[in-house]
């Protein structure tokens, strides 16, 4: 069966250099059927503060090769504007599989939940994102936010079920912790693998 090669990063909050972004640049380019992920938490900047325009080291993952990213709690915020703004430099998808609006607006959200991609080897990968809930029912933050956030398991499952005729392997891209990975490995039997990131662990 075809292969797929994983890079991977998290939690760098803002801490990618130019000599360390060249070297995963390199590393992408020396390997075939291969894809640059990111488990959130890119930047630094808090959930109420934001640049005017946007992250620059949204910037440097761009100029590096990233595929995608998900959503971390630092790139959340609960305005849609200012959402958006946070994560308009990234030139490759932004992904939250778990994050809904609070009211229908109709409108795309600023995230997509998922990403298909078909490697040089023919491999067809599907990758969706899951973010710690920042916005549930049953915070009183949600009278401020644009956002709600659904059960990172549930999400997977609906992704599962809709990703899998169209995809040989399933990635589960998250920003939850260790514990709530453990917890989507034991409910999702079906992942091939889950880059996780918000627990600072080594992976």
């Known amino acids: 069966m075809p292969t797929v090669h994983i890079l991977h990063t998290n939690d760098f909050h803002n801490h990618l250099s130019p000599a360390q972004a060249q070297v995963i640049r390199r590393a992408k380019e020396a390997l075939e059927d291969v894809l640059l992920l ?15 325009g946007g992250e620059p080291i949204l ?3 761009s100029e590096t090769g990233y595929d995608a990213m998900t959503l971390g709690n ?8 200012l ?4 994560i308009n ?15 229908d607006t109709g409108e795309a959200l600023p995230v997509q939940p998922h990403v298909l991609k ?3 080897n023919g491999l067809r990968v599907a990758v969706f994102g899951l973010t710690v809930p920042m916005v549930t029912p049953r915070m009183a933050a949600r009278a401020l936010s644009a956002f709600l956030f659904d059960d ?3 999400a997977a499952r ?3 079920a809709a990703l899998r005729p169209q995809a040989d392997v399933l990635i589960a891209l998250t920003h939850i912790g260790i514990r709530e990975d453990e917890r989507l490995a034991a409910a999702c039997p079906e992942l091939a693998l889950i880059v996780g990131g918000h627990s600072h662990v080594t992976l």
């Open 38 to 52: 990111d488990a959130g938490d890119a930047v630094s900047a808090g959930n109420i503060g934001v640049r005017p």
């Open 59 to 61: 910037t440097r993952m």
């Open 74 to 81: 630092r790139e959340f915020h609960v305005a849609d504007a």
């Open 83 to 86: 959402l958006r703004c946070k």
């Open 89 to 103: 430099r990234a030139r490759f998808p932004v992904l939250c599989a778990n994050v809904r609006w609070k009211e």
């Open 118 to 120: 078909t490697l040089p």
């Open 152 to 154: 990172p398991v549930d």
């Open 158 to 160: 609906r992704q599962i």
